[in-house]
């Protein structure tokens, strides 16, 4: 029978008029997803691949801002290997890897330890540690150069209290770690939020049994806290590794346009801007030089991945 009867009432086997059928909605299913996912694909297509290839091809050849440029093959690359400037940036930005790194991954880990605790005004710190997070980089550069300028406050305090003026921003590698200070200072926030919500699936029966045991607060971090987040530690060890090696702003601000006294403490970022901008940029070899920054970026993530791995094992 094409009728059923439930509670009582009769319902037609037939769909009602105008729905649509099961094929057609059928006929529909294979193209519906990509209508959702093409603003994202065209956005990612437009604004990351498309570049990304365009910096390839550019990278084998010798264009330049208002000239297209011709095939060069490997010679950007071999130029770089015999040019001063891209050894001085990549030494730079892996000196920022290691004094900004181990930083940025242990301190956000004891500032988290330290507000997650619910005591009266803990609301205020959290929300002070936080500030940098959402402050722009250029005002942030600005207040620390103003701050760190000969004539700026600390010297003053410096000066007022008999130690003297020290060039922060003048000494080639005072200005760099400088530099790193800054960078430090204004990512605590953003991975310390990141440690809160690893620390919150930390079981507290963990911590409780080691006290237990006698084990005090140290030994606690180290053998309950550490185990428990080391997957964290190694997401934070690589998306601030990666950050500091692409650093810019931190050092631009500081040091200027130039790079501080005589180009030292330019970055390859730095670089790439410097080289690949202006109506007589070298595009061409800007595009070697960011092959080469991604390049390196992609093998410290790979490294940190494959120590984490080890650890496991």
Avoid: C
């Avoid at 987040?229 to 810019?248: D, E, I």
């Amino acid at each position: 029978m094409a009728l059923s009867t439930v509670s009582g009432k009769q319902i037609s086997g037939k769909p009602k008029s105008g729905a649509p059928s099961p094929r057609r909605v059928r006929r529909q299913l294979p193209t519906s997803p990509w209508l959702f996912a093409a603003p994202g694909l065209l956005i990612t297509g437009v604004f990351i691949l498309y570049p990304f290839v365009s910096t390839v091809i550019n990278s084998f050849t010798d264009r330049r801002t208002l000239i297209p440029g011709r095939f060069v093959g490997l010679a950007n690359f071999r130029e770089l290997l015999h040019d001063d400037m891209f050894w001085i940036g990549l030494r730079n930005s892996a000196l920022y890897v290691l004094g900004v790194v181990p930083a940025l991954v242990i301190l956000p880990l004891l500032l988290a330890l330290l507000v997650q605790k619910n005591i009266p005004g803990i609301t205020f710190f959290r929300s002070a540690f936080y500030t940098p997070v959402v402050a722009s980089i250029v005002v942030v550069g600005l207040i620390w150069v103003w701050l760190l300028d000969e004539r700026g406050l600390i010297n003053s305090l410096l000066e007022s209290i008999g130690i003297g003026r020290v060039g922060f921003l003048s000494d080639q590698w005072l200005l760099l770690l400088s530099a790193m200070a800054v960078t430090v200072w204004k990512g605590l926030g953003y991975y310390m939020i990141i440690y809160l919500a690893a620390l919150a699936n930390v079981p507290r029966e963990l911590h409780e049994a080691a006290s237990v045991d006698g084990a005090g607060a140290v030994r606690r971090f180290l053998t309950v806290t550490v185990p428990a987040v080391r997957s964290t530690m190694v997401l934070v060890g690589a998306l601030s590794s990666v950050a500091a090696f692409k650093v810019f702003s931190e050092v631009y601000l500081m040091a200027g346009p130039s790079g501080g006294p005589a180009g030292e403490d330019t970055t390859l970022v730095m670089l790439v801007q410097r080289t690949g901008t202006g109506l007589t940029g070298r595009v061409g070899y800007a595009s070697a030089l960011s092959l080469v920054v991604f390049v390196v970026t992609v093998a410290l993530m790979l490294l940190v991945l494959r120590a984490d791995r080890r650890e496991e094992t």
